[in-house]
């Protein structure tokens, strides 16, 4: 049975930590959550300690309580196991399993995610606590979902990682002959003569090895994707419930998100935007696109959000009143079964003490516990969309390599950041009103119409002629600088840049990257402006479609365009870029589900298989806006024609 | 006897260390002191090699004959125990007594300060050589003080560290349940079940645990405090002449200088402005009323000051002609019954060659010495005023427990400085003319008329009912945003913050913290403008002053009134600041000792119990100033009517 | 026979790397090389783990192979030792030859250079593989060069490092009461009873002493310089041909150059332009100066250069066509008797993969490629001045133990950066035209009209008495503020900075270093303005040329002259800077080698012992340069009368 159907509609709740708390405030949770029509609730996330008070010995007694509470009062279980955070007596007993950084300190308790993901002590700890849960509780009526581990983020360098980095290559190479070319190490007298010479690359002299480096960040990933399946699959011995993990969407990644993908029952994401406002909006589509599109389109779970946070580095920035409506909405509309929240309850004390929650500390009678408890509301009325799905004409090729590859040291521009052209890309997109999957380079690229790859530094002959094929079958594709330049062994591609196959399919050759100083920006013959990055592009087919203006570059292409194979050789300012990717889309044929929506009011539509959609309209402004048409709206329960600044509409 | 009864007035003098140098110096050095009238010289601070050049091993020889010296030429001895710099035979000896960072990196010897507080083998040799120095000097003609250690500011995380916090938490709270309620442990599963388990908060995955840095930094300065104890009493044991330390006043701190304040005979600060100019006397104002403070008001000590040294970050700027008279009245105008400098003769060589000295490296024909000569002959004829006092009608609360919870990661924005905060509201008092105290928040109120509450984030319930208190007696508070948010345990108010008592007594609860954006700036109901933090408040009794114009707080109070108890919720603008402060002074009729003085032009009164008092007017601005009438200056000992530029006088 | 007598002209080529590549490219690199009229081939830098693939196992198969084959393609070798990169086996075997931080962190494989240069079992292995390839190719027909190592710029603080500062010290000063004199331990309680407890200056808890750093910078360097004597050594006991290393000029430094250039048999330098355009050029001339100078003036060589390579921290910007050509032809105007690059090909893999090459990556049909032809055969026509050298009438003096203590912590300005400095001194006389010498401070200097002595912190009593007896004879001198300020072993002059014979030959006495505020500007009495640093200088004998304005200076002798020798106490801006030079050039009768050339036209001679000379002509500006009168032009083999934009003349 799918969660939602468990459930009977969208998922709504939070993280619930009854542990920090005692008796009567659990009698006012009840109360609370009944009135605010919460039905799922994530228990467990940090209460190792307590369920496992010594090592071997549990203590499950107040954990029963709990979730025979919560059953009984109509709210089902989000069931985590507590690996994230390993008690003091876990560390204390395997120091060895504490995690080491590149600089050899090993870190201690007294935090969270204080282990080492490939220490054996670590990982048999992990699968007993996993399997006694399961074991308990895997067919408790009021369980619904499984909630493996917490946000897999961390890294290590320490022995017990040198070792399973070696069998991984031992795996993936077969020959430490293979491993001595793929690495290069003919380079800088690198070349290894036993596989216990290899080490992760752990803080050195000068440059570290790029090949080492992408190889260390793919091992690491399989590695904590190993560690997630242990469980899951100690879970599946016990239970039939759905199993997930909570993954992190933001702008780093220690995880290759499309292989999670194809290994959890749902997936689900924790989603905090990175700044206030328009941004906050847009950023919560780049977020719940990626979900979708790493769950290959099937309908995700946004586990955490906050209802009063913006995380913008060195505070925390509030949120505005309607924001826990619009948000949790847009990313429903984006293809969320539902609105969970980091956490019911704000603690008291402890390392997230600031961290809003859906009853304050200043408790009920709040702001915020009155939105949420509205949100619960109007959730109730769109029950009948779970399941429904979304579907996107264009695609942002999205790729862990290139990521990687671009964030070792070594590289030719500090301004080639893969994460922010990723979001820009996706960002001219949502602007333009349409909406975007992801796609993996060697994805079938077929059902799109447009298909963009940003950045796309490695790509592998594979996925070369992916690209080939979509465009010799009249695919409209956009590719863009510093893409396609060495292949999966981060080898460059030689006789000029990208490789040969997408050298062909765009009809040109660089010779030369040419990177730009810091804010340096120069003219393009249409009078725009160019910055970051440029290239020597020779034109083998391709027509220019701009050029570039000064130096050495001078009437060069910087621009060009093959048929419907476009290639841009630097970054384009803002206003030129979207209009180029607004040409593009007209080429295509594509256009947004509701044309003519002022900038910022966005328009996302959920089918269901049977012929139903619903369209999701959010105003992000500060203007009302007006609709094309009267329509059935589910948030108000009422027909509406115009939405208030900041306002939603959910139209049958 | 009084330190300056046995002085016969002021001390002056500084930091003597005639181990540098050799006898046709100290020969010039006596002639020099002489002439410029130095009483105080502080001797041995870093002579521990020379003192015990082996482990038990002592030569005194060599001090005898500079103690014998500087009393035959009319200089005391303020003769300090040398433990903030063991020699390297000692830390190659005892290499587990070296400091280690909280990542473990164990420094080593080759500066000073290469000690561990709680390393036993340190404490035990710190005790000895005090102990064998109070032997041979306690009852010396010449010892005036005795000065123990030197700066106590280091920290440590290892070990010796691990095992003395332990033993700490054990003595507080009694039970390792109470230290799991008061860290709230239940969050991130970081429960403990074993005393063994605790360990400093060294490095770690993300966020410390806030309790347990907090209790840290709690521990550590007891810690220090005991090991200056252990040596105050080793002195006292053969010595009845007064003991003190140099405590640090700057922008850091790592002891609780209140509770410092009532082990030391007198209170002894090195003070090092961190501007030059108009804000180097604001900041001496500070440093002094602080160290005033710390010691109930009794006559303090400046016993380092730089004759040509203002620190900034990454250079050493120098100080104007003057400044050396007019820092060192501002100092003694604030209580300091002298004025010492480091040091005497800048070093030729080592670490501090480029620190400033009463002699410089150009010699006595030179405009630094000759500024030290006649602050020495001005000093002469101050002596009468040494043991009186200064008065405030004004209290700044200052607490160090709000300090350290917020410079803890986590806070909820990285603008909430505390010690600028603070700096901040002293200076608008200076600028307003009025003499500050700083009081704790549990300390008798009644004596002031106005008491400000700035950045007071712990605030225990003992204190909120002191203030309510003091508020109900009829005196005008003013609480400032983010104040009473926790208490000691650093548990959130719930409910509402402030805690309850306070709530009351402002009238108001505030329901939520809207930290601001960095540089945010928002417009207020009176035209002025606000930034740093905000915060929806609900009016419970008080009436809104000024109100928030834009966003979700528009209408809603930002400063608020409650009869005189007044409440600001961010940080408004200076102008504003200002006005607002000006207001609360008026309205608890508090005002300048000399009424009308243009800005920067200081005036502070010395009070004796005979009913005698002097005014120090001390003119930092470049412009000449008018006095209100003629008076007898003890500076130039003439009348005088007019200060001119930079110009000081003592009005007896 | 000299390098280029075995090469019959002047040295063209680079960095070979066959090991990365297989025999197809390789029978094309003997075509491209061919064409190119390469004649020298750096070989074996990066190969220890391909000659000697375990533990004193050689295989010298692969290299006898190419060695040979470029031989028969007239190429000759320029062989390296491969010492700078020790292979994975070597430091698996000898984890204590791994260098350590001053943090004690470890540093693994897995880049280059990770070696201790003081470890034993390092230094025996080098020696090793040196004595190897000495043997079996000291006698090649092909062979021309030795290159020892490559880039000697790592440091280490590890026991081993300990242990040979102990020695060096130990064999420097004799005694440890003369280490402690020396390093002022008196101060901070430093004293060192015993050898064993002096350790490197590893993380410590405030300020290092600054003798003991230095001392340890001074100790390396000579440590470093033992280590390539070992190799050199080796290699002479089988070898006739000409040894070297290629040394690193840069912005950092950790060799005393001046030791080398004397151990070398030819000076040989990398040299990567800092910055793009005509800072390029100047930072050009600056290497190629500095090169000359530390080989006495003796034709040097440039051994690695990029030919589209601009590192500027955070990225690699390109270089403009021509550049190639012209930078090429600045070294060798300079003194340089060949052009040779890192590398000949572009790597596919490995660190360096985006360092350019002679054969990019897009391969020989490419703009970089041509150039690098067209060079070739431009230096062809250039081999008849191989051999001729560079006359200079200035000279600037420059010290690596100034350099050193600057960067010191302690220091009283950040903004005191000798690097800078020194750039700042040589582009004031290379925009004037001016062909410059460096000098050390001890060097005769009557050779010279002009001697400039900007930043000299540390001048001896020795270089003090050197620079009087110059001034004495007539020579014009020109010191700059923060010059003469200690001696070598740090300790501050007494009375008055400079040292004594300094301030006799200056007639002036400094007082007071006043450091100004960062951004702080004041103004001069002639209208300009100064900035980082002022002093109060007293007149001596000198007349003050300007003066400061404001302040505490006010009428202050900023700028002074006393007879032909100068002071300047402050830095002053470009603007004065410049005519104050001119004015100097002009009073000591230097003058241009070609005059009117505008500014960025540099004109730099080299002088055949015969009386034949050629004219370096290089226009590094946008626009064309009309020559004083035509001449023949060995770069064009034509009669040239102007130089086109970027165009450049060798005229005979």
Not at 318 to 344: C, M, N, T, V, Y
Not at 469 to 486: K, M, N
Not at 588 to 607: I, K, Q, S
Request: charged share 20%.
């Amino acid at each position: 049975m799918s969660l939602t159907n468990r459930l009977g509609g969208l998922a709504f709740g939070g993280d619930y930590n009854p542990e920090q708390w005692d008796e009567p405030v659990w009698k006012e949770d009840d109360e609370l959550m009944r009135r605010a029509k919460v039905n799922l609730a994530t228990v467990g996330v940090f209460s190792w300690a307590l369920l496992e008070p010594a090592e071997g010995v549990f203590d499950f007694a107040w954990l029963d309580a709990h979730l025979d509470r919560l059953h009984a009062n109509g709210v089902s279980a989000n069931l985590a196991t507590p690996t994230a955070s390993p008690p003091p007596w876990f560390t204390f007993a395997h120091p060895d399993a504490l995690p080491v950084t590149a600089e050899g300190v090993r870190l201690v308790h007294g935090s969270r995610d204080t282990y080492c993901t490939a220490a054996p002590a670590y990982r048999t700890a992990a699968r007993r606590i996993a399997s006694a849960l399961a074991e308990r509780y895997g067919d408790h009526p009021g369980l619904a979902l499984w909630h493996v581990h917490n946000e897999y983020t961390t890294l290590c360098w320490c022995d017990h990682v040198a070792e399973a980095f070696r069998a991984w290559l031992c795996e993936r190479y077969l020959s430490l002959d293979a491993v001595n070319e793929a690495w290069g190490t003919a380079f800088w007298s690198q070349h290894y003569t036993a596989w216990e010479q290899i080490l992760p690359p752990r803080a050195t002299q000068w440059h570290k090895n790029p090949g080492q480096a992408l190889d260390f960040r793919r091992f690491w990933s399989d590695e904590v994707l190993a560690a997630y399946r242990e469980q899951r699959d100690a879970i599946r011995a016990h239970s039939d419930r759905p199993v997930t993990t909570n993954l992190m969407v933001p702008g780093y990644q220690n995880l290759d998100l499309w292989q999670f993908g194809r290994e959890v029952d749902v997936v689900a994401i924790d989603h905090y935007p990175i700044a206030p406002g328009i941004d906050a909006a847009a950023d919560t589509a780049f977020g719940g696109d990626r979900a979708r599109s790493f769950g290959a389109g099937r309908p995700w779970l946004l586990m955490e959000q906050g209802t009063n946070t913006v995380y913008v580095g060195d505070r925390i920035l509030p949120k505005e009143p309607g924001d826990i409506l619009r948000h949790s909405l847009a990313h429903i509309a984006h293809g969320s079964d539902g609105a969970l929240f980091f956490q019911w309850r704000q603690s008291k004390a402890g390392a997230e003490q600031w961290h809003s929650a859906m009853v304050p500390h200043a408790g009920p009678d709040s702001r915020i516990h009155r939105e949420v408890t509205e949100l619960g509301e109007i959730l109730g009325r769109l029950g009948e969309l779970a399941g429904s799905t979304v579907r996107a004409d264009v695609a942002v090729l999205h790729d862990s390599d290139s990521w990687w590859a671009m964030t070792g040291d070594g590289s030719p521009s500090a301004d080639l950041n893969y994460h922010s052209t990723l979001g820009r890309v996706h960002r001219v997109l949502w602007d333009a009103g349409v909406t975007t999957d992801f796609a993996h380079p060697e994805d079938d690229l077929h059902g799109y119409r447009f298909v963009l790859a940003p950045a796309l530094f490695v790509l592998s002959d594979a996925g070369a002629a992916n690209l080939r094929r979509y465009v010799e079958a009249g695919g409209t594709l956009l590719v863009q600088y510093a893409t396609g330049v060495v292949d999966e062994r981060l080898h460059a591609r030689l006789g000029g840049y990208p490789t040969a196959e997408l050298r062909q399919a765009l009809g040109i050759r660089v010779e030369e990257h040419r990177p730009l100083a810091r804010d340096e920006r120069i003219p393009l013959s249409d009078g725009t402006f160019a910055s970051v990055w440029s290239e020597s592009v020779r034109l083998d087919g391709a027509e220019a479609v701009a050029t570039y203006t000064t130096g050495m570059l001078a009437d060069s292409p910087a621009v060009t365009r093959h048929g419907r194979a476009w290639y841009v050789s630097t970054r384009l300012d803002d206003a030129a870029y979207a209009a180029l990717v607004a040409r593009l889309l007209a080429d295509a044929d594509v256009t947004p589900d509701l044309p003519d929506l002022p900038p910022g009011v966005e328009c996302v539509t959920r089918h269901a298989p049977d012929g139903r959609h619903w369209r999701f309209v959010l105003n992000h402004t500060t203007e009302p806006v007006r609709l094309p048409e009267a329509a059935h709206d589910l948030v108000t329960a009422t027909t509406v024609r115009e939405l208030p600044p900041g306002g939603c509409a959910v139209l049958r």
